[in-house]
């Protein structure tokens, strides 16, 4: 009979089971407590009528049970391997051939063995989801040697020790997945300690995994290249890791319930080699004053999609928070409200001066310029309110583009003063405010004779750099058209 707690399925469903005794509305029967690691199967979190037998994990994911039902039947590592790539060849792999010094004790034919060798023999990826595996098995060097991406997901381990007598067999191994495997013990005796010494990916999503045993994942998986931590329940505001993880680059915490971006500390301050982090669907909501440039100087990539960020005020944080980013994607945010998508990509982009891909786009040279010229506009005539005139990131477009002239006169007039340059000649012109680029090429098609289709507008900014009118549905001043500004007219035919 199996420990408590230990791991369980019934009728496929996944749990582990925290509880075996009386309970007084059972009074005939013995009553089993299962912890679902699907939480909606749940009623309660260990109670009934007010007393505790057990504590889960996650509130409100258990059940009782009686002890009658039966549950599925708990396989070794080599029984799902036959079952799922070799299922006609020997009904009992563990009856394998057992050596006695020169006498062999035959329990299964070596023609059988061959056969069975051959099959697995060349496979590279195993994927063995939910097979109810909760035992290693010996031999595997023999039948599986060439194993480079193994997938144990959603099965019965216990102990982290049964999955390293696996993977201790498996020399060629680099990427193994143990999501959902929610593992009671964590630790690992000195003799297995080096079984996950060659994992260059792994993944650890929805095993409930302790704060303690994330802090030793980098002496645990030091060549680690991947770590999956998503669906874990995380909070903390700091994850500590008690040795310096050198050789991590990619770190996902999605699906977690961080409120801040937590902070990933090492032994001596050591600094992260980590390129991309992945906090989507989480409950950020604050950014912490912390200098993430100086302990993670190679971060590239920052995923924040779905939390809770709510204000502009947190983008222009993070912008000066995160100066190594090039590559943001920030969709689904509270501060996102009521605005187009374009309008958030132009906002976002003259915001975070490093960007040089947002929400899955590229951003060229154009569309970066386009950008801020438009934002400054916005931001002169004061129709950008949660932005902070004295911060860095001023400074640095007023640098680049010049102080934005705010003219109270042009604001109080229904037309805009503007001067047209074609063929080396300028032309003052009146148009209306709120005139599309469009609507401008019909007027210069009528007053220089040139069809609509072939003329080309763009405004030639103070230092003579010239900013092409691409969208002909938008308005002039969306590229920062005002009094005074200077058109250049290009016939294209």
Wanted: glycine share 4%.
């Amino acid at each position: 009979m199996d420990t408590i707690p230990t791991r369980i399925s019934l009728q496929s469903h996944l749990g582990t089971l925290r509880y075996r005794g009386s309970l007084p509305v059972w009074s005939n029967t013995i009553a089993l407590g299962i912890e679902w690691d699907e939480e909606t199967r749940g009623k309660h979190s260990g109670s009934h009528n007010g007393v505790a037998y057990f504590e889960t994990s996650v509130p409100n994911s258990a059940t009782f049970v009686k002890v009658g039902r039966k549950f599925d039947k708990k396989r070794s590592f080599l029984e799902a391997l036959k079952e799922r790539y070799a299922p006609d060849e020997v009904d009992e792999l563990e009856k394998i051939d057992i050596t006695f010094g020169n006498k062999v004790a035959e329990r299964v034919g070596f023609d059988k063995i061959r056969k069975l060798q051959a099959q697995l023999d060349k496979l590279s990826l195993v994927a063995l989801y939910r097979q109810c595996i909760a035992y290693p098995s010996d031999g595997l060097c023999s039948f599986c040697p060439s194993i480079q991406d193994l997938d144990l997901s959603c099965n019965l381990f216990d102990d982290l020790v049964d999955v390293a007598k696996i993977t201790v067999q498996l020399p060629r191994l680099r990427l193994l997945r143990l999501n959902g495997n929610r593992i009671i013990s964590w630790e690992l005796p000195e003799e297995y300690e080096h079984a996950f010494l060659n994992i260059q990916v792994i993944s650890l999503a929805s095993t409930l995994i302790p704060l303690e045993s994330i802090s030793r994942l980098p002496k645990l998986f030091p060549a680690a290249r991947e770590c999956c931590l998503a669906r874990n329940y995380l909070a903390s505001a700091d994850i500590y890791f008690s040795v310096t993880w050198r050789s991590l680059e990619s770190l996902d915490l999605s699906y977690n319930r961080f409120t801040t971006i937590p902070f990933l500390t090492f032994p001596d301050g050591a600094t992260l080699r980590i390129t991309s982090l992945n906090l989507s669907h989480n409950s950020i909501s604050e950014i912490q004053a912390t200098s993430w440039t100086e302990h993670t100087p190679s971060l590239k990539a920052l995923d924040l999609r779905h939390n809770n960020l709510k204000t502009w005020k947190n983008v222009d944080t993070l912008a000066s928070q995160f100066t190594t980013i090039t590559d943001v994607t920030i969709q689904w945010n509270p501060f996102m409200d009521g605005l187009t998508y374009d309008d958030v990509q132009l906002a976002v982009i003259a915001r975070w001066a490093s960007l040089t891909a947002l929400n899955g786009t590229k951003i060229d040279e154009k569309e970066r310029m386009n950008a801020e010229i438009f934002f400054m506009a916005k931001v002169a005539k004061r129709q950008v309110p949660e932005f902070d005139l004295d911060c860095p990131r001023w400074k640095q477009l007023c640098d680049i583009y010049g102080p934005p002239v705010n003219s109270e006169a042009g604001k109080k007039s229904s037309v805009l003063g503007i001067v047209i340059l074609i063929d080396r000649e300028e032309k003052r012109r009146k148009v209306p405010r709120g005139l599309t680029v469009q609507k401008l090429k019909i007027l210069v098609a009528k007053w220089y004779k040139i069809p609509a289709a072939f003329v080309e507008l763009a405004l030639i900014d103070d230092d003579g750099t010239e900013l092409v009118f691409e969208d002909s549905l938008r308005e002039i001043e969306f590229y920062g058209v005002d009094d005074g500004s200077e058109i250049k007219i290009r016939d294209k035919r």
